[in-house]
């Protein structure tokens, strides 16, 4: 796990207390942190905290995953018990997607407001898998599906209004449902590159993956898991070795990232659902290309992301940059390229290369 540049274990299932304690010694040892399951969550938040609270490994503690409106008094109560009884280490709830059926509410706007306003967690994480296929194994003519941009415009949005980070996620073990002929194709590099990309140009301060290690045969009734970046008798698959530089990339930027603000977001015409062309803010005046652009911020600095809204095709990405802006610097992820663009005085354009699913990091250099 460590190798493939994971850094947060997420643990489903609530052992003993003393085979945890194993677990995180052992994750302590390849540096990484672990969100624990424990069902002391619900009844006995001190006894929890007494646990596992001094524990190095320790990130914090793993409530529940998709909840419906129905379940917020308790996800509250729970939440608030965690805070008071270990302050120092937050309480972890996953929401659905925007697609989801059941919420509880009228809106998923209103669903997430609620969650937000109820059960006031440390943070905002949702789950949204875009990449869908057709086909007895869900593998046929894969396509992006027309909400991904709304949902998570609206998680940004909500996590902003309230001062929370943002934690998304990316699909890593394909699957699909044989009685309905859908389901999750396996994971190009363009597949991965989009949902993370996109991911933390919306200001995605943590970006999840579901799953490392491939759920077994029988792990949801109706469901088939397979090639997950572990297989499900311990082997490493392809998802792996793709993986596996993608995180090293996000490695190199992340003490940058952590220190940025995603001020606006803008897409390329067409639009996608929920989405909005460039604004002022953007130091921009046209954008041609399958993509979309945002500014980070810090400090009297600014950035431009530029992503790919194409998991499966090379593009030339055109910016016309505003007056005063004298060049694009690309920052340095360690995979060997790192641009410097200025514009033509008579167009002001420059052109970003684009593989499937990239996202490339620019500081603005100029007014």
């Not at 090639?227 to 082997?235: C, L, T």
């Not at 929920?274 to 046209?286: C, F, M, R, V």
């Amino acid at each position: 796990m460590a190798e493939c540049g994971i850094t947060l274990h997420l643990m489903h299932g609530s052992g003993t207390p003393e085979a945890t304690v194993k677990m995180l010694d052992a994750a302590e040892q390849c540096g990484i942190r672990v969100l624990v399951n424990d069902h002391r969550v619900w009844s006995d938040p001190e006894g929890l905290a007494a646990s596992f609270s001094n524990h190095k490994a320790l990130y914090g503690y793993h409530i529940t995953d998709e909840p419906t409106a129905a379940d917020f008094p308790k996800l509250a109560k729970a939440m608030a018990g965690i805070r008071k009884a270990d302050p120092n280490h937050p309480a972890y709830i996953n929401l659905f997607p925007s697609f989801a059926r059941g919420l509880g509410t009228k809106t998923y706007d209103e669903y997430v407001r609620r969650f937000v306003k109820e059960v006031q967690p440390p943070f905002l994480s949702y789950d949204q898998y875009p990449i869908v296929a057709k086909g007895k194994e869900g593998r046929e003519s894969p396509s992006l599906r027309p909400f991904f941009y709304d949902n998570i415009e609206q998680c940004r949005r909500i996590a902003q209004e309230n001062n929370l980070d943002l934690w998304a996620f990316c699909l890593t073990t394909p699957h699909y449902w044989p009685a309905k002929g859908t389901g999750y194709p396996p994971p190009t590099e363009g597949h991965l590159r989009l949902q993370i990309y996109t991911d933390l140009a919306y200001g995605a301060r943590a970006v999840q993956y579901f799953t490392y290690w491939t759920p077994g045969k029988g792990a949801e009734a109706g469901i088939v898991y397979y090639d997950g970046p572990i297989d499900a008798d311990g082997k490493r698959t392809k998802t792996f070795d793709l993986l596996k530089p993608i995180n090293a990339e996000i490695k190199k930027l992340a003490p940058l990232l952590l220190s940025l603000r995603v001020t606006a977001v803008a897409h390329a015409d067409p639009l996608p659902q929920g989405t909005k062309g460039l604004s002022a803010e953007i130091p921009l005046t046209a954008i041609k290309g399958d993509c979309c652009v945002s500014l980070a911020t810090r400090k009297g600095e600014r950035y431009l992301w530029v992503v790919s809204r194409s998991f499966d095709r090379e593009q030339n990405v055109t910016l016309t940059l505003g007056n005063g802006i004298e060049r694009l610097e690309e920052v340095d992820r360690g995979n060997g390229e790192t641009l410097k663009l200025t514009p033509t005085e008579a167009t002001r354009d420059i052109v970003v290369p684009l593989a499937p699913g990239d996202g490339r990091l620019f500081r603005i250099i100029g007014r």
